[in-house]
């Protein structure tokens, strides 16, 4: 057999590749053979697609509430009150009627606050401070001072507060427009609760106008920042760091239920605090809601709007000429929902202003004029004005001490009566007790301690020098 040189056998391989790259490459150059008539493809209609919804958390929603509690904390304040504990007469335990009555003891108590002035005047609720011995506010920054109250309202529990030794100018927040706010809107929480200084919570408006049957001027806004026991009194602010609301109550048990008042209720009632007693418009009649089965009793179309069941005798109402049946559908213009909306609007009215009623009356419209009488103290809430005379608010009779044997009379007052619960029983004065020295000076008569203690400013401790059969004693006695 004859063999192959290598050359011979690398030139055949070499022939048979380039055949097999040339075919391939014609292969890819030629096209494949199509149909004579290409089928019309079969097309499926397609809706559009739905558009997107609008964000559900607006776009300029908070990422931090952080520069907003910065802007407001300094403002906020803690009210650490004592409180009388107690309430009702005891009877008499045989110490007590050998020796007198026993001081009743103190408690702590504590709530929130803020100033509204930057002399120092404090907005706080009324329950808060209600039964107040001595009241001390402490800041955000650590300062404290002393307090006095300038006035307070039960019916909306509002309490306004003095700060003493005030000798620069504070920080304050500014109230917001409460109606301004809508349900879902942001808000904020700061206060003391527990005890727990300048807590921050967030929330939402929950609801407004709630009616929780605490008062007839229930007006509440719900949030679900959490409120607790001691942020009672505190701001609820609006993402501007407007007071929106005065933390005020929760519903026992549940979570995220709060209740504040609405600042434009604080701040319609600010003057009148600050005069140290709410004076409330009136029209004596009594009113109830139009609802369907009434209307259709009255004949009437209507189911908004006060009706008139009764017309009081003599009262501004009736000089105004109401009647029993009227339907009272607008104040000053002003639409009014219901009876409970009405009450509320006058009770924010000073008495004296006149006002324009619009009733529906037989199926006329027609206006009237009212001018507003001052509401009755239906509750026997009886609270003083702030310039009443401070030693009527003391709970303390003394008068001069008797003669002795030989005709002299000893020098100073005996005390006479102490009332329970006020702040001669809370400083442990006892009758039979003979003050002899009060503020430093030698007291000769009954007469010399009224001027002493005439003199002496709210919220001042006297120190009172005292004799009775167990010694002498000193006792520190706190004007109202």
Same mark, same amino acid.
């Given at each position: ?388 005379? !401070?030693? &009527?608010?003391?709970? +303390? ?7 002795? $044997? @030989? /005709? %002299? =009379?000893?020098?100073? *007052? ?8 006020? !702040?001669? &029983?809370?400083?442990? +004065? ?7 020295? $009060? @503020? /430093? %000076? =030698?007291?000769?008569? *009954? ?24 010694? @002498?004693?000193? =006792? ?5």
């Amino acid at each position: 057999m004859r063999a192959r040189h290598p050359r011979s056998l690398t030139h055949g391989l070499t022939s048979l590749l380039v055949a097999i790259v040339t075919v391939t490459a014609c292969k890819q150059e030629v096209p494949e053979p199509q149909p004579a008539e290409a089928p019309t493809p079969v097309r499926v209609r397609e809706e559009p697609p739905p558009p997107s919804p609008e964000p559900i958390v607006p776009m300029g929603a908070p990422t931090s509430f952080a520069p907003l509690v910065e802007r407001v904390k300094g403002a906020v304040v803690n009210v650490d009150v004592q409180v009388r504990s107690g309430g009702r007469r005891r009877p008499m335990s045989p110490y007590e009627r050998f020796f007198g009555p026993q001081a009743p003891q103190l408690e702590q108590s504590a709530g929130s606050g803020f100033i509204v002035e930057a002399d120092g005047k404090v907005m706080t609720n009324n329950h808060v401070i209600e039964g107040a011995v001595a009241i001390r506010v402490r800041l955000d920054d650590g300062r404290s001072f002393a307090a006095k109250v300038v006035g307070r309202d039960p019916l909306t529990d509002l309490a306004l507060l003095q700060l003493e030794g005030v000798k620069e100018p504070l920080p304050t927040v500014q109230f917001g427009d409460s109606r301004a706010l809508n349900v879902g809107d942001w808000v904020v929480a700061v206060g003391n609760p527990f005890g727990l200084a300048s807590s921050v919570s967030a929330g939402i408006l929950s609801a407004r106008s709630r009616d929780i049957q605490s008062g007839p001027y229930d007006d509440f806004l719900q949030t679900d920042a959490a409120i607790n026991p001691g942020n009672s009194g505190g701001p609820l602010f609006n993402l501007a760091g407007e007071v929106i609301g005065i933390n005020t109550a929760i519903v026992g048990g549940a979570s995220g239920i709060g209740f504040a008042v609405p600042s434009n209720m604080a701040r319609e009632l600010m003057p009148q605090l600050e005069q140290g007693v709410v004076r409330r418009g009136w029209i004596g009649v009594s009113m109830t809601d139009v609802t369907s089965p009434i209307a259709k009793a009255l004949g009437i179309a209507r189911e908004d709007g006060a009706l008139v069941a009764e017309v009081g005798e003599g009262s501004p109402g009736e000089a105004a000429g109401l009647r029993a049946k009227d339907v009272v559908i607008a104040l000053d213009g002003a639409a009014l929902r219901d009876a409970r909306m009405l009450t509320q609007r006058i009770g924010l009215m000073p008495p004296g202003r006149t006002v324009t009623l619009t009733v529906e009356r037989d199926g006329k419209t027609r206006d009237l004029k009212v001018e507003l009488g001052e509401r009755p103290d239906f509750e026997g809430i009886g609270i003083p004005a702030r310039n009443a005379d !401070p030693l &009527a608010q003391l709970g +303390l009779s003394f008068e001069d001490a008797a003669p002795r $044997a @030989g /005709g %002299r =009379r000893l020098p100073g *007052a005996i005390i006479t009566e102490v009332e329970p619960e006020s !702040p001669a &029983a809370y400083a442990d +004065l006892r009758p039979g007790m003979l003050i002899i020295e $009060a @503020g /430093g %000076r =030698r007291v000769q008569s *009954a007469e010399a301690l009224r001027q002493v203690l005439q003199s002496a400013r709210s919220g001042q401790m006297v120190l009172l020098v005292v004799a009775s059969g167990r010694g @002498g004693a000193i =006792r520190a006695l706190q004007m109202p």
